[in-house]
């Protein structure tokens, strides 16, 4: 038997090295896993450091085994500098989904490799730039150390982490598969911001382009316009009732003998549409009637209820494989649908529940989803495979939505096409009609 040299990690994240003896490196790292450590490298007495192995059935890993040291030595070096100095920054905004997309698959990965929880965090911490993320799991680390789950750490922290998130890790802590449980979270959130992404895809070409229409217009309004109408009183021309009307649209959009000119309007309405809206949907009523209202819109409303339909679904599906109670998992998916018409069909399908009815009924009775959304959710109650048939669901309307966009942007082109030609043609049309009759009034008088 030989003599083998190791580094591993006790059950609190700590270092600890030593020797043991074994047949092979295999048994070595059997043997002090067995004693509840985790090796991070075993080399061969007088082996070196070629002999390095990591922990994962034996498998060549001296570089990983020298970053996980060298991260630890980081950590310890910033103790022995004397005075430690923690500067954290101010916690503003959101922590972005891609950056905590990347953080869940990062510790799934950690976790399914069976590294210590504290340690796999600490490491994270340490690959995090300055912000708010960093700062985040500053806080989550010393939660941790100090004996609070991690689910409770991620509560304490709701500008990274919401509620989906806690009530996922917590079901992942309860039943000892967090490294699953985070797997399946990292896909759900990827999955959902490539929806997102698409939608604010697709209104990216429209909006730039009656972005630049208005603009253009306005500028038309303000500058030519004016100096054609000049014209027309000194020639004492009788103008039509098309040019009269946009030499008065000219007139406001310049805003000569107004108060608040036209352009100072054009400028700020959309910001006060913006507002006012955002104002309105802080308030119940006036949630319920913007979000009613919303799916009445012909193209829109399709789109954006295939979108909840794909995110409500797909949200209540990851809870429901990830065991959350059901009851708790249609709250926490009635509060992130996004859509006030989906959140009181949930509230009915989650008051059914409770009395020991159905969840489909409640749903065919709201009438807010289609048929077979609602004749699949009633197959899976009965086959007991409800998430399975669920993420089916939002699969099925990811793919929907993806020609719902298309077939959108195919019909936006062409419709502002035809507008922005007949805003121009009508600007033409009012200004040379009096042209041509100018021009007729002086090959008369010559």
């Known amino acids: 038997m030989a003599t083998w040299e190791y580094q591993a990690l006790d059950s609190g994240g700590k270092n600890v090295s030593g020797s043991i003896e074994a047949g092979s490196s295999e048994e070595a790292i059997q043997s002090l896993r067995g004693q509840g450590l985790f090796p991070t490298t075993v080399t061969e007495e007088g082996a070196g450091a070629k002999g390095g192995l990591f922990s994962r059935g034996g498998k060549k890993g001296s570089k990983k085994g020298s970053k996980d040291k060298g991260a630890k030595g980081g950590k310890d070096g910033k103790k022995k500098g004397g005075m430690e100095i923690n500067i954290r920054l101010p916690s503003i905004g959101r922590v972005k989904t891609k950056t905590l997309t990347q953080f869940t698959r990062q510790l799934s990965t950690l976790q399914d490799a069976g590294l210590p929880l504290l340690r796999s965090l600490q490491i994270l911490e340490q690959q995090q730039k300055p912000g708010l993320m960093k700062t985040t799991l500053t806080n989550v ?120 000119p036209g352009w100072a309007v054009i400028l700020v309405a959309p910001i006060i549409v913006f507002v006012t809206v955002k104002l309105l949907r802080r308030t119940k009523h006036g949630r319920a009637a913007f979000d009613w209202l919303l799916l009445k819109i012909p193209v829109m409303g399709m789109l954006v209820r295939k979108t909840t339909v794909a995110r409500f679904t797909r949200t209540l599906g990851t809870l429901v494989s990830a065991g959350v109670p059901i009851l708790e998992a249609i709250n926490i998916t009635r509060d992130t649908c996004g859509n006030w018409v989906y959140e009181r069909a949930l509230q009915g399908v989650h008051d059914s529940i409770r009395e020991g009815e159905t969840f489909a009924e409640p749903l065919r009775e709201a009438k807010v989803c289609d048929g077979i959304v609602v004749n699949m959710i009633d197959v899976g109650e009965e086959t007991g495979d409800l998430d399975v048939m669920l993420s089916k669901i939002a699969d099925n309307y990811d793919e929907e939505v993806d020609v719902a966009v298309g077939s959108m942007l195919s019909l936006l082109e062409p419709l502002l096409i035809c507008v922005l030609g007949g805003i121009v043609g009508t600007i033409v049309l009012a200004l040379f009609m009096p042209l041509v009759t100018m021009i007729q009034d002086i090959s008369g008088g010559k």
């Open 141 to 260: 680390n010393e939660e941790v150390e100090a004996g609070s789950s991690l689910s409770d750490a991620f509560a304490k922290s709701p500008r990274a982490f919401d509620r989906l998130y806690v009530k996922m890790v917590a079901a992942g802590e309860l039943g000892g598969v967090l490294d699953v449980i985070l797997q399946r979270l990292a896909n759900f959130m990827e999955k959902a911001q490539r929806l997102k992404s698409r939608i604010k895809g697709a209104m990216i070409y429209p909006a730039v382009v009656i972005f630049i229409a208005v603009v253009i217009v306005t500028g038309i309004m303000y500058f030519v316009i004016p100096k054609f109408q000049q014209i027309f009183l000194d020639f004492k021309i009788e103008l039509p009732g098309i040019t009269l009307l946009l030499m008065d649209a000219s007139t406001w959009v310049a805003g000569t003998d107004q108060v608040i």
